[in-house]
């Protein structure tokens, strides 16, 4: 059975705290990890990984892929209240399954200032 | 360019009634995507489409159907609302594996 999961659930920290949001897959014909933000409406489209091992980064976002572990890791750097959000993870499927995104639970994150 | 609309954005019905949720989407996608989420949940992927004319289950579709007769429009029915289908409800499309995109969601209250 496909399925992401993601850790931890939900996180409280500080203005200027830095934090990891993991997540592990299971995904049949994996093609892609997709990181998301939710802020009460639509997921917003963060990263796209294809490749092990290769940092995307967008200013104090960045994430990596390792498909023989099968995770991936979203850090953010010097965090602001406006990253206080849900992030998801998902697994692109392939194969009969193309475009199928698997999601996990994501992770509630709290940033007090 | 508008990208997902999805129609109506809030609903209320009573147990047992019926109603159809639109997704229009005009970025030329050949697929199309219908997923609830529920509080501490992820997106749970109800039906999909993978071009005009053909739909697809996927992980929770019982109490829904899907029709895409035309390829920019997507919809779900219900035929008879139960309050466990009181969720917000998400379309989205991509083109192949590529451009996901969400809708803003259309929240739905069963009572």
């Known amino acids: 059975e496909d399925k992401v999961v993601q850790s931890p659930l939900s996180l409280v920290v500080h203005e200027g705290d830095t934090v990891t949001l993991n997540c592990s897959y299971e995904?049949?014909?994996?093609?892609?990890l997709l990181w998301y933000k939710q802020e009460k409406k639509a997921p917003t489209f963060l990263f796209m990984l294809?490749?092990?091992?290769i940092e995307k980064k967008s200013g104090r976002l960045s994430s990596i892929l390792d498909k023989k572990e099968l995770f991936s890791i979203l850090n953010i750097t010097a965090t602001q209240t406006g990253d206080s959000a849900v992030y998801l993870c998902?697994?692109?499927?392939?194969?009969?399954?193309?475009?199928?995104?698997?999601f996990g639970r994501g992770t509630q994150l709290t940033v007090w200032p | 360019n508008a990208g997902v609309t999805q129609t109506p954005k809030f609903r209320v019905l009573k147990t047992g009634q019926s109603m159809t949720l639109l997704c229009a989407q005009d970025?030329?996608?050949?697929?199309m995507y219908w997923y609830r989420q529920d509080p501490g949940m992820g997106l749970r992927l109800i039906h999909y489409?993978?071009?005009?004319?053909?739909?697809a289950k996927g992980e929770v579709p019982d109490g829904y159907n899907v029709s895409r007769l035309k390829k920019q429009n997507f919809l779900l029915g219900l035929e008879s609302a139960a309050p466990s289908q009181t969720s917000v409800y998400f379309c989205?499309?991509?083109?192949?594996?590529?451009?996901?995109?969400f809708g803003s969601g259309t929240r739905l209250t069963v009572v």
């Open positions: 294809t490749s092990s091992g």
């Open positions: 989205a499309s991509s083109y192949y594996q590529y451009g996901y995109t």
């Open positions: 995904v049949t014909n994996f093609r892609s």
């Open positions: 489409s993978v071009g005009e004319g053909t739909t």
């Open positions: 998902a697994g692109l499927g392939g194969g009969s399954t193309l475009g199928r995104l698997y």
């Open positions: 970025m030329n996608h050949e697929y």
